[in-house]
């Protein structure tokens, strides 16, 4: 049991800020609704951490629930406002130049008009997953997710340019 | 000119909220505050269905056939319901969360769709079961009680009736939204 504790510790620190941050695209950019979000995933990889096989990367694993809880939670909560990403942003990197700032809310923004499907495949993209896990988190073949990241980059890269 | 390798840059660049510093520790403790939550429900179950059956026996109501096929009826619609929910909530927790995103929303549709099932038949045939249960009652209750409190059962259950219906009702809508977005 200790050893299960110690475990839990050392992949939630490891992996607190990936799932955060892909967190934080499901929920354009709402920082305390991500920061519970990542809560729930945690939770849900305790739950099941004595489950893990080793079959796939624990990283991959985590996303998996990470996408599956974000993709359900959020159904189940209020709406999230875009202008509360704003008082992240302001409240965090009081450094930063507004371009920036501007830059990472239209690109929140334009993930928050995909589908929930082509969500998840672009935040992992962005992310830097590789394209054989994400179609293995998704659960869709790794051709349609090659063709699918296409599409999306396009459409993605023309919503940030308008 | 923004290339989607500037976007992917300005993803990782982006602010970052730091990691909890008891995060691991506050997530244990969540989990315990959980395990608690269910052994309270679990109690809350267990003692709602003995002071059911007490009452039953104490008012002596199997010496009376329709009262005590009335009592059945409340007791049974309010124990199917009981356990109705019981078995969702299990079923709903043993849906596997670290299967692939395509695999598990399909298993949560699937889930919604026996829910909604279960409010447009078995809801409105126990809220049936329980009226009848009660309208059976309602002679006895004249007999024994005293006007005044006769009074206040008939309209308080009226009141309860109505509140009941407008949160099952809502419980319905929430979960026919749900299932709505997770088929799209």
Same mark, same amino acid.
């Given at each position: 049991m200790k050893s299960l504790d110690k475990q839990f510790k050392e992949v939630y620190e490891a992996n607190y800020t990936k799932v955060n941050r892909l967190c934080l695209g499901y929920t354009n950019g709402d920082a305390m609704l991500s920061k519970d979000l990542t809560q729930d995933v945690f939770i849900k990889v305790w739950q099941h951490l004595d489950s893990?096989?080793?079959?796939?990367?624990i990283t991959t694993w985590i996303y998996r629930i990470a996408v599956n809880t974000c993709l359900l939670e959020l159904r189940k909560k209020k709406p999230v406002r875009l202008s509360n990403h704003l008082n992240h942003i302001e409240a965090s990197t009081e450094n930063q130049n507004n371009d920036k700032e501007l830059e990472i809310n239209k690109l929140y923004h334009c993930i928050g008009r995909l589908k929930p499907e082509n969500k998840s495949i672009i935040l992992l993209e962005l992310e830097g997953v590789p394209q054989k896990e994400i179609a293995e988190i998704t659960g869709l073949s790794h051709e349609t997710i090659r063709v699918r990241i296409y599409r999306i980059k396009k459409e993605l890269t023309k919503c940030v340019r308008k | 000119m923004t290339t989607f390798e500037d976007l992917k840059s300005q993803w990782k660049n982006q602010p970052q909220q730091d990691i909890p510093s008891d995060g691991s520790e506050s997530i244990l403790k969540k989990l315990s505050g959980i395990k608690r939550k269910q052994i309270i429900t679990n109690v809350i179950l267990g003692a709602t269905v003995l002071i059911l059956i007490v009452f039953f026996t104490y008012i002596e109501a199997y010496n009376s056939g329709l009262i005590s096929f009335a009592l059945s009826l409340m007791i049974g619609s309010l124990l199917v319901r009981i356990g109705i929910e019981y078995f969702s909530i299990k079923k709903l927790k043993a &849906?596997? &969360?670290?299967?692939s995103a395509s695999v598990f929303s399909k298993n949560m549709v699937s889930y919604y769709k026996k829910r909604i099932r279960i409010h447009y038949i078995a809801t409105p045939i126990i809220i049936l079961a329980y009226c009848i249960g009660f309208v059976l009652m309602l002679p006895s209750f004249e007999k024994h009680l005293s006007s005044g409190f006769y009074t206040y059962i008939v309209f308080s259950s009226i009141i309860i009736l109505v509140v009941m219906v407008f949160f099952i009702g809502k419980q319905i809508k929430k979960e026919l939204s749900i299932l709505k977005e997770i088929s799209n």
């Open positions: 893990f096989r080793n079959e796939s990367n | &849906i596997d &969360i670290t299967l």
